[in-house]
């Protein structure tokens, strides 16, 4: 059984459009994190939060919010969609010690227009 | 700038051979060491790991080899088969630190 799952697997939006990407995990880690992937960038921290209601910015979070409702839930939200923007979305999980291990879900592509 | 560099974006390797990947970081105060496998549209999964306490670790075909004065550690595959064909990125972290810090990738490719 998938132990992280994202949701939409690819989407297109429009630029200036509000996007929504979501990430459930069911490891019952407390860390969850969310990366882009660009050719040449490789993988890039964009938020991350290691306890519901509570998140942090990464390396990279200009233009973006995110969101941990639950331990299980963690979204990451594109207020006004930009063609810098297009890349693949992963989230991940680790455990209580941060990130050690994490383990992937299986990205959402999107391509902004 | 970059915490953790790749400095080969691709790697050939004949069948049967060694497959050497390295990656190289910037802060002294990383003590855990990871590499992580990606084939084109999945996701990265974890290979091997090891903590600053030691310099090598074994797991079958694979070895990680840690140099902490050089900031630098290592993949090597022995034995390399076609099916380890992938992407490999290196990825290194603090503890305490929530960042984990990835390199951009080596493409590996086992020609049979």
């Known amino acids: 059984e998938a132990a992280v799952t994202q949701s939409p697997r690819s989407k297109v939006a429009v630029t200036g459009g509000k996007v929504t990407l979501s990430c459930h995990q069911t490891?019952?880690?407390?860390?969850m994190y969310w990366y882009r992937q660009d050719t040449g960038h490789g993988l890039r921290l964009i938020h991350y939060?290691?306890?519901?209601?509570?998140?942090e910015k990464g390396d990279i979070p200009d233009g973006y919010k995110a969101s941990r409702p639950s331990q299980e839930n963690f979204s990451l939200i594109l207020e006004l969609a930009s063609l810098s923007q297009t890349a693949v979305y992963f989230c991940?999980?680790?455990?209580?010690?941060?990130?050690?291990?994490?383990?992937f879900g299986p990205g959402t592509r999107l391509t902004v227009l | 700038g970059q915490q953790v560099k790749q400095s080969s974006p691709s790697l050939t390797v004949q069948e049967g051979g060694i497959s050497i990947l390295n990656c190289d970081y910037e802060?002294?105060?990383?003590?855990?060491f990871a590499w992580y496998k990606k084939y084109p549209d999945n996701s990265p999964t974890l290979l091997i790991s090891?903590?600053?306490?030691?310099d090598k670790r074994e797991d079958g075909r694979l070895t990680v080899f840690l140099n902490k004065s050089g900031k630098h550690f290592s993949l090597h595959i022995t034995a390399s088969q076609p099916e380890d064909t992938a992407v490999y990125l290196c990825?290194?972290?603090?503890?305490?630190?929530?960042?984990?810090?990835f390199g951009k990738g080596t493409s590996l490719t086992v020609i049979p």
């Open positions: 991940a999980s680790s455990d209580h010690r941060g990130g050690y291990e994490q383990y």
């Open positions: 490891n019952n880690h407390d860390y």
């Open positions: 939060s290691y306890v519901a209601d509570s998140t």
């Open positions: 802060n002294d105060m990383f003590d855990y």
């Open positions: 090891v903590r600053s306490n030691v």
């Open positions: 990825a290194a972290g603090a503890t305490g630190y929530q960042n984990f810090y």
